[in-house]
Nanobody, 130 residues
Framework: QEQLAESGGGLVQAGGSLRLSCAAS????????MGWFRQVPGKEREFVAA????????YYADAARDRFTISRDNVKNAAYLHLNSLTPEDTAVYYC???????????????????????WGQGTQVTVSS
């Protein structure tokens, strides 16, 4: 019954902002690394940002750094991704993920969707126009 559910996606004009939310249910994810990934049809799912279990450490893809901010609220069992200065190239389905097996210092695994992330949401569509 445990799951992740994203929300907050939608249509936004270039230069605009969105806040994506990831609500976890069924279990507590406070001990897990959380990540955000995105995917365009026909392309591989790509890393966007990750945050460690305490929220003290974050890591961003080059395309996300300085524009996106990942955060988490372990009391609410939720994670967030603030998207700023959006461009059409940011258009994608954004997925929240949690890794019960991940260690933060395993940087390759933390940034790779197939390595260690065992919980995924269904995704939320972000479309950036103009």
């Amino acid at each position: 019954q445990e799951q992740l559910a994203e929300s907050g996606g939608g249509l936004v004009q270039a230069g605009g902002s969105l806040r994506l939310s990831c609500a976890a249910s069924g279990r507590i994810f406070s001990n897990y690394v959380m990540g955000w990934f995105r995917q365009v049809p026909g392309k591989e799912r790509e890393f966007v940002a990750a945050i460690d279990s305490t929220g003290d450490n974050t890591y961003y893809a080059d395309a996300a750094r300085d524009r996106f901010t990942i955060s988490r609220d372990n009391v609410k069992n939720a994670a967030y991704l603030h998207l700023n200065s959006l461009t059409p190239e940011d258009t994608a389905v954004y997925y929240c993920a949690a890794g019960s097996r991940l260690k933060w210092f395993w940087r390759v695994a933390v940034t790779t969707p197939s390595q260690g992330y065992d919980y995924w949401g269904q995704g939320t569509q972000v479309t950036v126009s103009s």
